[in-house]
């Protein structure tokens, strides 16, 4: 199978989009160990940038970072990611190049500019792996290649500020832009062969993989780009305390993030080679921590310990609560205290890993149609957070060798991380949000409306043949007829209408979405009435008019129209159908959250016959069924011997009981078992011999449909989801049909 690939072509986009993220988060920290070298006064000509204009260095990544992030994601959609990460990732090698010789050239303030390019470029980065991770992760690896992907952006962060301690010292702060630059254009290279937008538009993936992928997506059809619903968007209020939550996330991530080196070099007075190892650390361990959050999330849930929306809200509240008391904790560490400091430093930023299986998946769980989308708005606020945050601390840090100033810095972060997170556990939510769903394809009739008024007008006909017989009886038993012959034809019909329940259900799950249910399906369902009341009805008039041959010469070719009618028109699902628009196949499909083929699930049978509500179920169908068939099989007959009422009178005194209630006919084999017995009952008990059939013989006739019907109506099911209900609806009315133009004939003796 190709889920147990252990290295396919999603494995491969995988691979490559987490070294891209890796890349791209090293290229955006880098800044963070290069100006502590870069403004020593220990080093040789070193710069002099004071605290405020290093801040304005460190958000100056922002500034064009916080431009691309809402529309990132329709040029995803339109242009494909691909492209996207292949520009931002090259642009950002090039400019890091470039950035030691504007630095010398132009100083701090062309150091800010290219640092803003950079920023504009990568802010695509994260809209754009939402996308393609959407196109090549199936549902049931998201979790664990999701994370892997993501976890990128905390190993290059640790990798990147470990390694960089250790380049300035050797080479000095410029190398470590031009590693960067030269990874960076190494991994274009490498992308530009070997990335995807898509299995559809892979030259390297196996059909069985890029059709393992598609199902497990329901991305067999194109899909249609929904139009976002900006207005409902600006006034959720779950949607409005996540924007709030991801910008008080960010301030205390980039304040830390920026700010944590110059803290170790200047307060805990730590060598920059151990300065970027300890500065690294704190996100190694966030890092670590982030797979065990996800796989204990994961079967938290599985076993149902508790709900969605506490699972996302607890995590969170451990990846904001957690640093904002360890933050509080480091004010009152006692100087010079690295241990404690670095200690109190590994949980603040260690404990974030929480947001990971928190607020950044409620993105998905209230809007998967919109994930993208809403990553990109509630990034863009919470990246002019990122840029507010280092200028923040710019300004408090007056005098950046003062303990108690930079005790203020932490302080306003943890009071941040408190106030952010409350309002999100207050007002946020993971229900999926109703405006997540396409509008209903309204106002038209639909390919959906064309099976349903196929299989109403199936079932009408289904049961117009099952029912005839009750008045046929009744002017066949006058005459000399092979009853033998007659029951034998009977049992066909029924043998074949076996099918007629568990078929019609199947389909009508594949095709009726579920805000429409209630009324297609009462409509579809109400034509087993309808055809019976019809045909009682019209049965009198035709004897009548043309003599009782004629029911079942009726019935045969109307059942062969109908029989033309669905092959041509009728279809097992969405999926298979040549009418259906792909706009009301994807609302279909998106009503159930199951797009593409579903798996056939196991019978439990032991569970089944050991549940005491199912035999009050069967016990109630059962009996339901034998007062039914008694009335249907015995009415017209009581009607004509005992009342003396006229053959064509019958029927319009006849059809309030078969309209009275819901009654939904046979549906199992147990109670079709007593539906058959039925009427053999009343047969013994009426004695009457004033026709050429007793009725002892009449209510044989009129039980034998049951006697082929009760044989299909288990395995009927599993034949369904295996074969599909289709192809049993075609068999049953081809053979309900034939029989019913040959029972005049067998019938005569």
């Not at 199936?138 to 892997?148: D, I, S, V």
């Not at 409902?232 to 910008?247: E, N, R, T, V, Y």
Request: aromatic share 14%.
């Amino acid at each position: 199978m190709c889920s147990r690939i252990i290295f396919g072509t999603r494995h491969l986009q995988v691979l490559l989009l987490f070294f891209a993220l890796v890349l791209g988060f090293a290229m955006r920290v880098n800044i963070s160990m290069a100006i502590v070298v870069m403004t020593d006064k220990r080093s040789e000509h070193p710069f002099d940038w004071n605290m405020q204009q290093q801040s304005i260095v460190f958000s100056s990544f922002f500034w064009g970072y916080i431009i691309l992030q809402i529309p990132s994601g329709e040029l995803a959609a339109r242009y494909g990611g691909t492209i996207l990460v292949t520009i931002a990732i090259a642009v950002n090698s090039v400019v890091s190049l470039l950035i030691p010789f504007g630095v010398h050239y132009g100083g701090w303030k062309v150091l800010c500019g290219l640092r803003g390019i950079q920023g504009l470029f990568q802010g695509c980065l994260y809209p754009t792996t939402h996308h393609l991770i959407g196109k090549w992760v199936p549902t049931e690896e998201k979790a664990r290649l999701g994370t892997f992907i993501y976890g990128g952006t905390l190993l290059g962060t640790g990798m990147q500020l470990i390694a960089s301690g250790y380049i300035a010292a050797y080479w000095g702060w410029a190398a470590i832009f031009y590693i960067n630059g030269s990874l960076a254009a190494i991994w274009v290279l490498f992308y530009i062969f070997l990335g995807a937008d898509s299995p559809q538009k892979s030259k390297r993936i196996s059909r069985e993989e890029r059709s393992y992928i598609q199902t497990s997506l329901g991305q067999l059809n194109d899909q249609k780009i929904l139009k976002t619903p900006w207005k409902k968007l600006a006034l959720s209020p779950p949607f409005i305390s996540l924007i709030i939550m991801h910008s008080g996330h960010n301030w205390g991530f980039w304040t830390l993030m920026t700010e944590m080196p110059s803290y170790m070099n200047l307060i805990l007075e730590v060598d920059i080679k151990e300065n970027g190892t300890l500065s690294a650390l704190p996100y190694f361990v966030m890092y670590i921590l982030s797979f065990p959050c996800a796989i204990i999330s994961d079967y938290g849930l599985k076993k149902k310990w508790f709900s969605i929306n506490t699972c996302r809200k607890v995590s969170n509240s451990i990846g904001e609560f957690g640093p904002a008391l360890a933050l509080i904790g480091l004010c009152y560490s006692p100087p010079g205290n690295i241990t404690q400091a670095v200690g109190l430093l590994i949980v603040v930023v260690g404990l974030n890993a929480g947001h990971l299986c928190g607020f950044m998946l409620v993105h998905i769980d209230m809007a998967p149609n919109f994930a993208g989308t809403m990553m990109g708005i509630t990034t863009f606020f919470a990246n002019i957070v990122s840029i507010i945050a280092p200028l923040a601390a710019g300004l408090i840090l007056q005098d950046h060798y003062t303990v108690e100033q930079w005790s203020i810095v932490f302080y306003v972060t943890s009071l941040v991380y408190i106030v952010s997170n409350t309002i999100f556990i207050i007002f946020g939510t993971s229900a999926r949000q109703p405006w997540n769903e396409p509008e209903a394809p309204e106002g038209y009739f639909g390919a959906r409306h064309v099976q349903v008024f196929l299989l109403f007008t199936g079932m009408v006909m289904m049961f117009a043949l099952r029912v005839n017989i009750s008045m046929a009886i009744v002017a066949m038993a006058e005459e000399s007829m092979d009853w033998k012959g007659l029951c034998f034809c009977r049992v066909l019909q029924g043998l074949s209408q076996g099918c007629v329940y568990p078929a019609t259900h199947c389909l009508v799950s594949k095709w009726v979405p579920k805000k429409e249910k209630g009324t297609l399906v009462s409509m579809v369902y109400g034509g087993s009435f309808l055809g019976m009341g019809l045909q009682l009805m019209a049965s009198g008039f035709i004897i009548d008019t043309w003599h009782w041959p004629a029911i079942f010469h009726i019935n045969g070719i109307l059942g062969t129209i109908w029989f033309l009618g669905y092959m041509y028109y009728g279809s097992d699902s969405p999926q298979k159908s040549k009418i259906i628009t792909p706009e009301e196949r994807l609302y279909i499909q998106k009503s159930y959250g199951q797009v593409g083929e579903q798996k056939v699930l196991k019978t439990p049978w032991k569970a089944i016959f050991t549940s005491v509500p199912f035999y009050a179920l069967l016990t109630t169908h059962c009996g339901h069924s034998w007062g039914f068939w008694t009335l249907v099989t015995e009415i017209p007959s009581y009607m004509s011997k005992v009342l003396n009422i006229h053959i064509k009178t019958i029927t319009h005194i006849d059809m309030a009981p078969n309209f009275a209630g819901p009654l939904m006919g046979v549906t199992n084999c147990v109670s079709n078992g007593v539906g058959l017995v039925a009427p053999l009952v009343a047969g013994a008990i009426l004695q009457d011999e004033s026709f050429v059939w007793n009725m002892q013989t009449q209510t044989v006739i009129l039980s034998s449909f049951l006697w082929g019907y009760i044989v299909l109506q288990i395995p009927s099911g599993m034949l369904t989801a295996r074969y599909g209900g289709k192809i049993q609806l075609e068999i049953c009315m081809f053979v309900n049909s034939i029989v019913s133009l040959l029972i005049p004939y067998i019938s005569y003796k």
